[in-house]
């Protein structure tokens, strides 16, 4: 067996927090049995930027995948659920809307809701939109209680979810799962990482301390300093900032207010925009800005001063460049997380993207040594996946009725790429979504409930005038009734959370 195709049994995880842990937690469970040795390394010196609080339905395959049990979770990392994504002031001051995860209404023969919704809604004789989707209705009256998976015909079979959490206690449950599967951590501080002559391939890492560390495979979590593939493998990176102008965040916590929402809050601001995650004991809040509009000192007076209480520590900055790494892997590196890209967290992307990556990197695991199919196969899908979901939130930005501020103004009228302008000029003709691959995260709901709330002008599909109003006006309202009868007599999240999932509950039986 040659050098370069030496067979994988050591992997070496560099970086902890969510990304690292995560990265423990799915291998160790996994490969369990398998005669791999499993390391992380991480310093205590080293803070996490911990930004990814906000979750996507999908995090329950990964705790599925990594054998975590869901109540267990929730108490240990003080977690709440989520319903969606409210997003105020993005279309215009004053205006809010729903993204929301699960279905929308039901289809009419091969028609879907909101080709009827733009049909009436017109002419005045339609609710606003999330009026027709259960999650959004439920999140805006603070409701929240489990999809109902034996009944498929009811109208929870359709409600999803996912959850918010303290990142920082994520990592920590995830550690003591890893730990207890034989996951060995490594306290020390990277100082050089050494690569072979032969094939440059990693051979090992010194700590500050002297010791070294080597590995078959490296797994870099190391954050945006990509210890490994950006710095020792010298893979470049490609600058999304004149789609995604925004590079600089801070994040700050505060006192917990009622009510208990199940749903993220995203505020559109003069230079960028405000997040609002609820968790048990606090609330995670973020000011996401583009420094060539705003100065970091207004950036952290716009945050403070639009809080919900009182902060519980001073705003923590945080710089980034959106955008990826030309290669997620090379060599013997597999880049985690924020070491192979950046794409800010407007759509709670950033944990899911650390999972997409895990999983790949199972799909195509080096069991019996690097293959450069495999690592380009891998490159391929890291990279469709980044430009997908970069098209969707450049989408939130260019679809707007703002331009009252430099920065409204010039994102509005930026240029975008080719991709996401031919998905809007499908939009605007007849409101039709067709996936461009099955690995796409954002599918038509998604869509449709930002460019509708965003406020794209599109003409509905011209088949629903085969439907005579009177029929396609009763279906309407028979979705209207359903949504807001099942909503209204589900429990209250706060009560639902209380009695459930905090520290303090006995779980019912």
Request: charged share 25%; net charge negative; hydrophobic share 45%.
């Amino acid at each position: 067996m040659s050098e370069t195709s030496r067979a994988v049994r050591k992997v070496t995880i560099v970086g902890g927090g969510t990304a690292g842990w995560m990265a423990a937690a799915l291998l160790s469970r996994l490969f369990a049995g398998g005669g791999f040795d499993i390391r992380l390394i991480e310093s205590d010196e080293i803070g996490t930027i911990g930004v990814g609080e906000a979750t996507i339905p999908a995090i329950r395959t990964f705790m599925e995948l990594a054998g975590l049990d869901q109540v267990e979770m929730i108490r240990a990392t003080q977690a709440t659920f989520k319903l969606g994504i409210e997003f105020v002031d993005w279309r215009a001051k004053g205006t809010s809307y729903i993204h929301g995860f699960g279905t929308i209404g039901q289809d009419l023969l091969w028609l879907h809701t909101h080709q009827f919704w733009l049909k009436y809604a017109a002419r005045g004789q339609a609710k606003p939109f999330d009026a027709y989707a259960l999650n959004c209705l439920a999140a805006r009256r603070n409701r929240f209680c489990m999809p109902d998976a034996r009944n498929p015909d009811s109208p929870l079979a359709g409600l999803d979810y996912a959850y918010h959490f303290d990142a920082s206690l994520f990592a920590r449950h995830l550690r003591a799962q890893s730990e207890a599967r034989g996951v060995t951590r490594i306290e020390g501080r990277i100082v050089d990482t050494i690569c072979r002559g032969e094939d440059g391939h990693v051979d090992h890492v010194v700590l500050a301390d002297g010791r070294t560390v080597d590995g078959d495979l490296f797994v870099d979590c190391s954050g945006m300093r990509s210890l490994l593939l950006g710095q020792a493998l010298g893979v470049g990176y490609e600058d999304w900032r004149h789609w995604l102008p925004c590079d600089r965040a801070l994040a700050v916590p505060c006192a917990s207010i009622a009510p208990l929402t199940p749903y993220t809050r995203s505020t559109a601001r003069d230079a960028g925009w405000q997040w609002r995650i609820p968790l048990q004991h606090r609330i995670g809040n973020g000011h996401v800005y583009a420094s060539d509009y705003i100065s970091d000192d207004d950036a952290a007076a716009t945050l403070l001063a639009n809080l919900d209480a009182a902060p519980l520590a001073d705003p923590r900055p945080v710089r980034f460049v959106p955008g990826r790494r030309l290669r997620a892997w090379d060599k013997n590196v597999v880049a985690i997380g924020l070491s192979s890209g950046f794409l800010e967290p407007l759509e709670s992307t950033s944990i899911h993207l650390i999972q997409t990556a895990l999983l790949r990197l199972v799909a195509l695991f080096p069991g019996e040594g690097v293959k450069p199919a495999d690592v380009a196969e891998y490159n391929r899908q890291t990279a469709f996946e980044m430009t997908d979901i970069r098209d969707f939130i450049i989408a939130h930005y260019k679809v707007t009725e703002r331009e009252d501020t430099p920065f409204w103004a010039y994102v509005k009228h930026m240029a975008i790429p080719d991709s996401l302008a031919e998905r809007l000029e499908l939009f605007r003709t007849s409101a039709r979504f067709f996936l461009h691959s099955r690995a796409e995260l954002f599918r038509e709901e998604s869509w449709v409930q930002v460019l509708i709330g965003q406020g794209l002008a599109m003409r509905h599909d011209p088949m629903v005038d085969l439907i005579p109003d009177a029929d396609a006006l009763a279906y309407l309202r028979d979705i209207e009734a359903v949504i807001d009868d099942v909503s209204a007599r589900m429990p209250d999240h706060a009560a639902f959370v209380a009695r459930n999932c905090s520290a303090a509950a006995t779980p019912a039986r």
